[in-house]
């Protein structure tokens, strides 16, 4: 169970920036302070800010078998 507590956290940690990224930094420390339930009530308001991003990350992203020219590059940035 505290493994996926962990990971749910750090999948709010990831749209959180995300959405910082779009919107900027003025209120971020806020942001973080806040509990959990109240990180995911602001990503709700903010869900198509967070959409609108990842289409334009994914649109960019490399696929298929271009992606990566080593099998270890995944290893390497899974821990990121």
Same mark, same amino acid.
Do not use: W
């Given at each position: 169970m505290k493994k996926r507590i962990a990971y749910v956290n750090a999948t709010i940690m990831h749209h959180l920036k995300v959405l910082t990224f779009e919107v900027g930094t003025a209120n971020e420390a806020t942001l973080m302070a806040l509990?959990?339930? +109240?990180?995911? +009530?602001v990503l709700l308001m903010?869900?198509?800010?967070?959409?609108?991003?990842?289409?334009?990350?994914?649109?960019?992203?490399?696929?298929?078998i271009n992606q990566s020219y080593s099998m270890y590059d995944a290893k390497m940035f899974a821990d990121a």
């Amino acid at each position: 169970m505290k493994k996926r507590i962990a990971y749910v956290n750090a999948t709010i940690m990831h749209h959180l920036k995300v959405l910082t990224f779009e919107v900027g930094t003025a209120n971020e420390a806020t942001l973080m302070a806040l509990p959990p339930n +109240e990180q995911l +009530e602001v990503l709700l308001m903010n869900v198509q800010t967070i959409l609108d991003s990842s289409k334009l990350v994914n649109a960019l992203r490399m696929k298929g078998i271009n992606q990566s020219y080593s099998m270890y590059d995944a290893k390497m940035f899974a821990d990121a």
